[in-house]
């Protein structure tokens, strides 16, 4: 099956500064998203994003199909934005396979 | 409702009993999917419903697990004899276009069980 790769697992930032979180899949996909868990668990939806770039305020994404890898922008960096980032792809009954997650800390 | 909605939000059990988990889908979404999180194990899928109908269960961890989806709507995941690596939390989520490219998911809170 596809295998998702996110780098790096771990991520401090001081509030203000600016990162980029990567995501690695082994097969050609039609669907990716990447997602935001909060410390209360709840997964919430950043991009859909199979291929180009969209952006939303202070995140963006890219996902280059053809070279199986997506990236995840995110500027000016707030204690908020705290929490797991995932990134998952399309399986083959339409389900979610998911990376591990990159956890990212905001300090003030 | 808005989002996909889960019942109950925590679930505390004893080793043994059977527990059932609920959720909602966003209205109008015809396909649903049972993942679960666990500690160490990251975001696993179990089942998926397109309707009332779940073409492949080979995503269930156990024969203890089961599940069901009447109305096309509200689905319900079934732990028989629950067992304490059972632990963790339970999310459902919903989309509108399965089998087609651009099938985004949406998930609901999720269910933490816990089995003492």
């Known amino acids: 099956g596809i295998q998702v790769e996110q780098s790096p697992p771990d991520l401090i930032l001081q509030e203000g500064a600016n990162s980029t979180l990567r995501c690695n899949f082994s097969?050609?996909?039609?669907?990716l998203q990447w997602f935001h868990q909060n410390p209360w668990g709840q997964l919430i939806n950043l991009f859909y994003i199979p291929s180009g770039t969209k952006q939303n305020g202070r995140l963006s994404a890219t996902t280059v199909a053809t070279e199986r890898y997506s990236l995840l922008y995110i500027s000016s960096s707030q204690t908020t934005d705290s929490g797991v980032y995932f990134c998952?792809?399309?399986?083959?009954?339409?389900?979610?396979?998911f990376g591990k997650g990159t956890k990212l800390s905001v300090k003030p | 409702g808005a989002g996909v909605s889960q019942s109950p939000s925590n679930k505390v059990t004893e080793k043994g009993k059977d527990v059932e988990l609920r959720c909602d889908p966003i209205s109008g979404h015809t396909a649903l999917y049972w993942y679960r999180q666990s500690l160490g194990q990251g975001l696993e899928f179990l089942i998926y419903f397109q309707g009332n109908s779940a073409p492949d269960k080979s995503g269930l961890p156990s024969d203890r697990f089961s599940a069901e989806r009447t109305g096309g709507s509200v689905s319900t995941l079934t732990i028989q004899r629950t067992q304490q690596e059972d632990s963790a939390v339970y999310l459902c989520?919903?989309?509108?276009?399965?089998?087609?490219?651009?099938?985004?998911?949406?998930f609901g809170p999720g269910t933490r069980l816990t089995v003492l």
């Open positions: 989520a919903s989309s509108a276009r399965p089998g087609q490219p651009d099938n985004e998911q949406f």
């Open positions: 998952a792809v399309r399986g083959s009954q339409g389900n979610l396979i």
């Open positions: 097969d050609s996909v039609n669907n």
